[in-house]
């Protein structure tokens, strides 16, 4: 017995190291690493250059940490009378939350009447909305600012959000997810009396939390991020978003860098908060939508 456990002891391999997998880990995350330490350099920058001097600020080579850590910067703003960040942050954010609002209830009916509704010209239209997702935003803007002036919608919020009440992108979204819907669940809503509206209330909409969160996010962030459209439409400062505002800011503080940044932050700050809390929501809807 003791032969037969010494010989299977022998003869049992070494289990080995590993050293290619180790290599192989150690490669992806030197990768990921460097590519997001050069990521997050230009926003540390930003961050870190909001406080310092406009004199540190300009000096060549730059600096990495401020040598005299200063909140004059952003003081500076919140005293400016011409700079009510207030007025500009309820500008922002009207435009983002009612375009996002618009948005989530069109392309989930919208979305959901092309998954499980069948009607002539279905195909065609859908194509046609494929069609607007390939045509860029550019080639319209001619077109859409005309429409706006005859509707007297020039200088006002209103006309950041009437073209957006419709989204292409949104459509497709919400139809590639509805069709992964049971038929047989909406069939026996019908069965037990319940109508239309109330199956796309009750039962579709309740199902559509990732993909719609995700949308939401998507469409917040290039809302409160939009420049050259807001610039286009509004003239008026009073009226104005914060991006347009920052290039305004920029203009007038010509040799303050440290200022400007400041002022970058504070505009970026709140959708990086969103992103930070709701990121999770953006993969899992790109990971469950279009899988049956």
Not at 54 to 75: G, K
Not at 180 to 188: K, M, R, S, V, Y
Request: aromatic share 16%.
């Amino acid at each position: 017995m003791a032969v037969n456990t010494l010989s299977a002891s022998v003869v049992q391999p070494r289990k080995s190291f590993g050293w290619g997998r180790f290599l192989g880990r150690f490669l992806i995350y030197f990768v990921l690493t460097l590519g997001l330490s050069f990521t997050l350099l230009p926003f540390v920058m930003m961050i870190l250059s909001s406080f310092k001097t406009n004199v540190e600020a300009l000096r060549v080579p730059p600096t990495f940490w401020p040598e005299n850590f200063t909140l004059e910067n952003y003081l500076k703003i919140f005293n400016d009378p011409q700079l009510p960040l207030l007025r500009f942050y309820g500008n922002s954010a009207f435009v983002a939350i009612f375009n996002v609002c618009s948005t989530l209830f069109t392309s989930s009916l919208i979305g959901y009447m092309f998954a499980k509704f069948e009607f002539p010209g279905k195909k065609i239209l859908f194509g046609w909305f494929l069609t607007l997702m390939m045509i860029p935003t550019q080639i319209t803007m001619i077109p859409s600012y005309l429409i706006l002036a005859k509707l007297g919608l020039i200088n006002s919020l209103w006309g950041l959000v009437i073209f957006s009440a419709v989204d292409a992108f949104g459509i497709f979204m919400m139809r590639q997810f509805c069709e992964t819907l049971p038929t047989e669940l909406l069939d026996a809503a019908r069965i037990d009396g319940a109508s239309e509206w109330q199956i796309y209330w009750r039962i579709v909409l309740p199902q559509l939390g990732a993909p719609l969160a995700t949308l939401g996010i998507l469409g917040f962030m290039g809302n409160w991020n939009a420049y050259l459209w807001p610039m286009i439409v509004l003239q008026k400062i009073e009226v104005r978003t914060l991006p347009v505002i920052l290039t305004w800011f920029n203009s007038t503080h010509t040799g303050q860098p440290a200022v400007v940044m400041a002022a970058t932050v504070l505009i970026v700050v709140p959708i990086l908060i969103v992103f930070m809390f709701f990121q999770r929501w953006i993969v899992q809807g790109f990971t469950m939508t279009g899988f049956k």
